[in-house]
């Protein structure tokens, strides 16, 4: 019923690790939940589910504790439900994630021959014989990864996180994300390994374009935790690259590189974790203190907040792979392992992939800094842009406790690296993996070194002294010259210096939006109020700018469009046509046993054609009938 293998410890140990800090800043934030009780109930019970998940050892109890956790984490969407967009968001949360229950459903199924209670081991030789094996793949994929948050499954991340208590937000992206990875990490090797090219391939492009869409929509938001979600996507892509990679090498026999992305994958899923989950509790005590998500009634909290304003400027650092952060030593990792492929000359989907894959990691990069740049300089930094701002204090003791505990994970994770990297390359040497923990620390744990042919060499602890070193002397050499201090208003070139004079969250990603005008197709609103009916001379003016993602426009609202259709013509022939609609249903049920049986057992062209000749004739004489 339960297993406890090296890759489910390492992710219990993940959960915990997320869920101790994130106690104490939910004991913080529950006297501003109305429904204590409630929100307790469902909480434990989503801590608990996530557990089971990484845990189980069975189809039956996998698929009860996942259940469990879409459950119970929907519920924790709904704690406060007095906005429209809430109960919305907790819609399409729900539409989604058992979208995604569908797929995995299929999935064991058909690896277990509808025995739900069989183990991991037991599925493989099922999958094996099973005569499409790319299908289970995809089963597999969109039931994980639509959880995850990959594009173009991942539309619902930027209205579930705002919407959800702020403990939630940190945990459903710092943890429960992860879930969903471990679910392709644990059956894409216990059950569906070995891999052919076209699969690695396939991730690689789907984390490039998931690490690309999160970060361009993150850079122009301006709420908060909607900004937070859609990096959770890029940071989603950018697991994706490594473990693609991962499954390249491994296919092509380099599995020495192959351990080494995979441990980068997995280092970055940690790191995820750590500064993500940090990252929305600075932002859920900001939203507490202001009363709003909007980025642009922030500005010069560094103040009245310190401990979050510095705790969330330490994410904000790690999130950006900043030397020596530990989102930078994994990203480095990442790079390293694709800056390896040079050998590859073979495959030519392979020669388009990985470029486009280094490209949109590099992108990624840059466009990263500059949205926590913004999200942290237009929130904490300047004049204050609101009442509420103004007035705001730091939060309490509890939800700071919270705060600075997961901040000393995440330095952890940075000055304890080469502990972390042993253990996760333990974990692949169980999985029938070379160890790659020598070449990587060949010189002891100064030094890392990348395993491929003339790799790079990064020494994360000799840049951390020497960060602290020089700033170290700046501040002796201050003190020691007895440098004076003079204090003075901002010059603004002979201008009144005022909040309306400094830059706005849309301003600040103005250039950008322009440039990916075709991606974002943004409407434009400005309102003006004139003086004496002279169009050029006005007191006010606004311009507010809305986005609807990409996806979410050509995609979903087209399936709505069609799904709504399609609902309405069935009701018309189940409450008119009384004999045309059973004659759909007995149609249905042919078409599904057909189905079962091309996807369960070989089938000959002939046999085929047949059985669709008489779908269609069935179609045209019970369905259709004749037109008069």
């Known amino acids: 019923m339960f297993l406890y293998d090296t890759l489910s410890l390492i992710f219990v140990a993940l959960i915990l690790l997320g869920t101790v800090p994130n106690l104490f800043y939910s004991a913080g934030y529950l006297p501003h939940i109305e429904r204590k009780s409630y929100y307790l109930v469902h909480y434990f019970a989503f801590i608990f589910s996530m557990i089971g998940v990484v845990l189980s050892a069975n189809a039956l109890v996998f698929l009860f504790f996942w259940e469990l956790m879409s459950l119970s984490s929907w519920q924790l969407i709904l704690t406060e439900p007095k906005e429209k967009s809430t109960i919305e968001a907790a819609r399409f949360y729900f539409f989604m994630t058992h979208f995604g229950f569908v797929f995995l459903l299929l999935f064991f199924l058909i690896v277990t021959n509808g025995d739900l209670e069989i183990g991991f081991a037991q599925m493989k030789s099922i999958a094996t014989a099973f005569a499409y094996p790319t299908m289970l793949f995809f089963f597999l994929i969109l039931g994980f990864l639509s959880k995850a948050g990959a594009v173009p499954v991942h539309v619902w991340l930027p209205y579930a996180h705002p919407a959800a208590p702020s403990p939630v937000s940190a945990l459903m992206s710092g943890v429960m994300l992860k879930v969903a990875l471990y679910g392709m990490f644990r059956f894409l090797f216990d059950v569906l390994y070995p891999w052919p090219l076209e699969w690695g391939t396939f991730i690689l492009i789907i984390g490039s374009i998931t690490a690309l869409v999160g970060i361009l929509y993150a850079m122009i938001e301006h709420d908060i935790k909607a900004l937070l979600a859609n990096s959770s996507i890029e940071n989603i892509g950018i697991i994706l690259i490594a473990f693609g990679m991962g499954m390249i090498f491994d296919t092509l026999g380099m599995h020495t590189l192959s351990t080494f992305s995979f441990i ?38 560094i103040k009245a907040m310190p401990v979050t304003a510095f705790t969330f400027l330490f994410a904000a650092m790690s999130i950006t792979a900043l030397p020596p952060s530990n989102g930078f030593l994994s990203e480095w990792m990442i790079f390293q392992s694709m800056l390896s492929s040079s050998n590859i000359t073979d495959d030519m989907s392979l020669k388009l992939a ?50 600075v505990l997961m901040a000393l994970f995440i330095a952890s994770l940075m000055l304890f690296a080469p502990e972390f990297l042993k253990f996760f390359d333990g974990l692949f ?120 993602p990409l996806f979410e426009r050509s995609i979903y609202e087209n399936i709505k469009k069609l799904t709504n259709i399609i609902s309405y013509w069935v009701y018309r022939l189940a409450h008119f046509e009384q004999t045309r609609y059973p004659a759909m249903i007995f149609n249905l049920m042919l078409f599904i046993l057909f189905s079962y049986r091309v996807f369960t057992h070989e089938v000959t062209w002939e046999s085929l054609m047949i059985e669709s000749a008489m779908m269609l004739i069935s179609i045209k004489i019970l369905v259709i009938g004749d037109k008069k």
């Open 264 to 301: 980068a994958a997995l280092f970055h899923i940690f790191n995820h974790m750590g500064f993500k989950s940090l990252l929305f509790m600075g932002a859920g005590a900001v939203l507490h203190q202001t009363h709003t998500k909007n980025i642009e009634k922030y500005g010069g909290l």
């Open 429 to 548: 040497v169980a999985m029938g993996l070379p160890s790659v923990y020598a070449q990587i620390f060949p010189q002891g744990i100064l030094s890392m070194h990348s395993v491929g042919v003339n790799g790079g060499v990064v020494s994360p602890l000799i840049l951390l002294a020497a960060l602290i070193g020089v700033t170290s002397l700046l501040i002796f050499a201050y003190k020691l010259l007895g440098v004076k201090e003079r204090i003075y208003h901002t010059w603004a070139c002979g201008y009144k210096t005022s909040a309306a004079t400094q830059y706005t969250s849309t301003g600040f990603s103005g250039v950008m939006r322009r440039f990916f005008n075709w991606l974002y197709q943004p409407q434009e609103h400005i309102t003006k109020q004139n003086l004496a009916g002279h169009e050029t001379k006005f007191s006010d003016a606004s311009y507010e700018v809305r986005i609807k």
């Open 354 to 403: 990985i470029p486009f894959a280094i490209f949109a990691l590099a992108m990624t990069g840059g466009l990263a800094i500059a949205t926590f740049i913004k999200a942290y300089g237009i929130s904490f930094l300047g004049l204050h842009r609101s009442t509420n701002a103004k007035h705001a204090k730091e939060v309490n003791l509890f939800m700071q406790t919270g705060m």
